[in-house]
């Protein structure tokens, strides 16, 4: 099994286009057969998550180093608001409204339970006492995914 030599990816400028050129000369091998894709993807996951947690500590420090726009090493960097969350609560035309979904909300999502119950078990729900359906299957959508869970 041919091994992955990972190319020092620090001298390359970090662009978009480079992803994609450094993902493909990555990946090559997998398509040709020569490695393993399970354990290609083990690593990578490993090395994303190491990567992330990274980002994590170092972006709050670099956070400390911008006032304003800046320019590294062709990559734009800039403090901007993100997750910007509004507190309506305190509009009295907001409250009421809110107060006629509240049950609303409730109902429906005692019903999309209800339907997801049927669905899981491939037939109608009835209400014990009326015999009436309460809920029945519906199409389910999905998609596959490769879950990959690192040991501890």
């Not at 399970?38 to 170092?58: G, M, N, P, W, Y």
């Not at 119950?117 to 491939?122: C, F, Q, S, V």
């Amino acid at each position: 099994m041919k091994q992955i030599v990972l190319n020092e990816i620090t001298g390359l400028t970090p662009t978009k286009t480079n992803i994609d050129v450094v993902s493909k000369e990555m990946t090559e091998p997998i398509i040709n057969g020569e490695i393993d894709a399970i354990e290609f993807s083990v690593r990578f996951q490993f090395a994303l998550d190491t990567i992330t947690e990274c980002l994590k500590i170092a972006k709050p420090y670099a956070l400390k180093c911008i006032d304003k726009e800046t320019t590294m090493l062709g990559a734009k960097l800039e403090k901007a608001e993100s997750g910007v969350k509004y507190d309506y609560s305190a509009n009295q035309q907001w409250q009421e409204i809110e107060a006629k979904l509240e049950p609303l909300l409730k109902e429906k999502k005692t019903i999309e339970e209800r339907i997801k119950m049927a669905t899981k078990i491939g037939n109608s729900i009835l209400d014990e006492y009326s015999g009436e359906i309460i809920a029945s299957p519906v199409a389910k959508i999905s998609t596959t995914i490769l879950k990959i869970t690192l040991g501890k």
